[in-house]
């Protein structure tokens, strides 16, 4: 009971750590882009949690860096136990979290030094002084430096919409804009930085709807920036954007829509030189299975596995990986040049045909075993090696699999009748 009274009591003040008229700046996901993200200034930025002692215990010390910094240096908290969105969204485990917002937004800095309002106000200003330099030295500040490449982002017109968008098989993420809107300049430089990441998957485009007026109206374009989605087979009903204004979030959005639409990755034999380069050059990654011999693993057990791997593919589509598959001996120089068939048959590989590298399933060939080999290697995690000879094996032209079961070749019967045989020969 005295715990419950205690806690109805300290509750307000745990839930506001820094009083609103004070020097911290309250940060919210409805205020943190415009105020932080967006901005040219430096930002030193708390992630705290009410409940924690650490936090409390930070808090006049916190309140003294920002008033020393006031007009230098930005200061604000978030109590990412209340908004966990953004203690997820900057990789937030433990309480106080703090980062500092300098010349690159996107990829704030952790600060680790001291608690002290000294210690913090010193890292506050080297990351401002760092800032000046850098556009000094003809470098850019903070907005531009988030930049992607201006060429990725697509100009449409109501001339070429159609042709460009409507018509085609692709994904698209339309800006309309004003010239003259604040929030779309504040999004152009995230808007060409995920078109750059982007690149080859959705395409992003940007149409001014103050000079195309005819396909802002059709599309009931009010307020700007409006950004729509266009999804393959459905452009005459676009649906709304309704991510952040970061790269980041329009990437993770975009690669969501990209996942639920597009289909799950075709998995082909290899049976000559180009069907592997198709399915694998180009790839990020680009998954290779060996599967016993048909004589080894009739058709109801070669076509479980291929079901395991289709499965499989469809859970990691997202990722835009080659998936191909060949029978045990029947590619020789490319089982030598990953390493497969050490240990047996079915064996899988994948490998990296831009830097020439592969990781191997070392584990079981199950749905499970796979499953976690390549999640570990979505994660950047396993271990790799150099393919042979630091190019493409040489890959033979054979019979792609009928889908029947295999057949041992007849033997021979051998007529021994019109043969003459000695007597010393005789059996």
Request: hydrophobic share 35%; proline share 5%; with cysteine.
């Given at each position: 009971?005295?715990?419950?009274?205690?806690?109805?009591?300290?509750?307000?003040?745990?839930l506001a750590l820094y009083p609103s008229s004070g020097n911290v700046v309250e940060l919210t996901p409805n205020n943190f882009d415009n105020l932080v993200t967006r901005?040219?200034?430096?930002?030193?930025?708390?992630?705290?949690?009410?409940?924690?002692?650490?936090?409390?215990?930070?808090?006049?010390?916190?309140?003294?860096?920002?008033?020393?910094?006031?007009?230098?240096?930005?200061?604000?908290?978030?109590?990412?136990?209340?908004?966990?969105?953004?203690?997820?969204?900057?990789?937030?485990?433990?309480?106080?979290?703090?980062?500092?917002?300098?010349?690159?937004?996107?990829?704030?800095?952790?600060?680790?030094?001291?608690?002290?309002?000294?210690?913090?106000?010193?890292?506050?200003?080297?990351?401002?002084?760092?800032?000046?330099?850098?556009?000094?030295?003809?470098?850019?500040?903070?907005?531009?430096?988030?930049?992607?490449?201006?060429?990725?982002?697509?100009?449409?017109?109501?001339?070429?919409?159609?042709?460009?968008?409507?018509?085609?098989?692709?994904?698209?993420?339309?800006?309309?804009?004003?010239?003259?809107?604040?929030?779309?300049k504040n999004l152009a430089p995230h808007w060409a930085k995920a078109a750059t990441e982007l690149k080859g998957k959705v395409k992003l485009g940007?149409?001014?709807?103050?000079?195309?007026?005819?396909?802002?109206?059709?599309?009931?374009?009010?307020?700007?920036?409006?950004?729509?989605?266009?999804?393959?087979?459905?452009?005459?009903?676009?649906?709304?954007?309704?991510?952040?204004?970061?790269?980041?979030?329009?990437?993770?959005?975009?690669?969501?829509?990209?996942?639920?639409?597009?289909?799950?990755?075709?998995?082909?034999?290899?049976?000559?030189?180009?069907?592997?380069?198709?399915?694998?050059?180009?790839?990020?990654?680009?998954?290779?299975?060996?599967?016993?011999?048909?004589?080894?693993?009739?058709?109801?057990?070669?076509?479980?596995?291929?079901?395991?791997?289709?499965?499989?593919?469809?859970?990691?589509?997202?990722?835009?990986?080659?998936?191909?598959?060949?029978?045990?001996?029947?590619?020789?120089?490319?089982?030598?040049?990953?390493?497969?068939?050490?240990?047996?048959?079915?064996?899988?590989?994948?490998?990296?045909?831009?830097?020439?590298?592969?990781?191997?399933?070392?584990?079981?060939?199950?749905?499970?075993?796979?499953?976690?080999?390549?999640?570990?290697?979505?994660?950047?995690?396993?271990?790799?090696?150099?393919?042979?000879?630091?190019?493409?094996?040489?890959?033979?032209?054979?019979?792609?699999?009928?889908?029947?079961?295999?057949?041992?070749?007849?033997?021979?019967?051998?007529?021994?009748?019109?043969?003459?045989?000695?007597?010393?020969?005789?059996?």
């Amino acid at each position: 009971m005295i715990r419950t009274i205690l806690l109805a009591i300290l509750m307000p003040y745990c839930l506001a750590l820094y009083p609103s008229s004070g020097n911290v700046v309250e940060l919210t996901p409805n205020n943190f882009d415009n105020l932080v993200t967006r901005s040219d200034e430096i930002w030193i930025v708390e992630f705290f949690a009410p409940w924690c002692g650490h936090c409390q215990q930070l808090v006049p010390e916190y309140t003294k860096a920002a008033n020393a910094l006031k007009g230098i240096v930005k200061v604000g908290a978030a109590n990412v136990d209340e908004h966990k969105e953004l203690g997820g969204r900057y990789g937030v485990r433990g309480f106080p979290t703090i980062k500092i917002f300098g010349a690159d937004k996107n990829k704030p800095e952790d600060y680790n030094g001291g608690r002290t309002a000294k210690d913090i106000a010193e890292a506050a200003l080297k990351a401002a002084r760092s800032k000046v330099k850098t556009v000094l030295d003809g470098g850019s500040s903070s907005r531009s430096s988030d930049s992607g490449d201006d060429k990725d982002v697509i100009e449409l017109t109501d001339s070429n919409f159609d042709k460009l968008v409507v018509q085609s098989d692709d994904m698209w993420l339309v800006e309309f804009f004003a010239p003259w809107c604040g929030h779309c300049k504040n999004l152009a430089p995230h808007w060409a930085k995920a078109a750059t990441e982007l690149k080859g998957k959705v395409k992003l485009g940007a149409l001014d709807a103050t000079v195309h007026q005819s396909k802002a109206a059709k599309y009931g374009v009010q307020g700007y920036p409006t950004i729509k989605f266009f999804a393959p087979g459905a452009k005459d009903y676009p649906v709304d954007f309704d991510g952040g204004r970061t790269a980041s979030d329009i990437v993770s959005w975009a690669l969501d829509k990209l996942a639920e639409n597009i289909p799950a990755p075709e998995l082909n034999q290899i049976v000559d030189d180009g069907s592997f380069k198709e399915a694998c050059e180009d790839k990020p990654l680009c998954v290779v299975a060996v599967l016993p011999h048909i004589l080894d693993c009739q058709s109801e057990c070669r076509n479980n596995y291929i079901k395991t791997l289709a499965e499989l593919g469809e859970k990691f589509k997202k990722k835009m990986w080659g998936w191909v598959w060949s029978e045990a001996g029947s590619q020789p120089d490319l089982e030598s040049a990953l390493d497969i068939g050490g240990f047996g048959y079915p064996a899988m590989a994948v490998i990296n045909a831009k830097k020439m590298k592969y990781s191997i399933l070392r584990g079981s060939f199950s749905k499970d075993g796979i499953y976690e080999f390549l999640r570990d290697l979505s994660y950047g995690k396993g271990n790799t090696a150099p393919v042979k000879g630091q190019e493409l094996p040489k890959i033979n032209t054979i019979q792609p699999w009928d889908g029947k079961d295999g057949v041992l070749p007849e033997e021979e019967d051998i007529d021994l009748s019109d043969v003459d045989l000695d007597e010393k020969d005789e059996l």
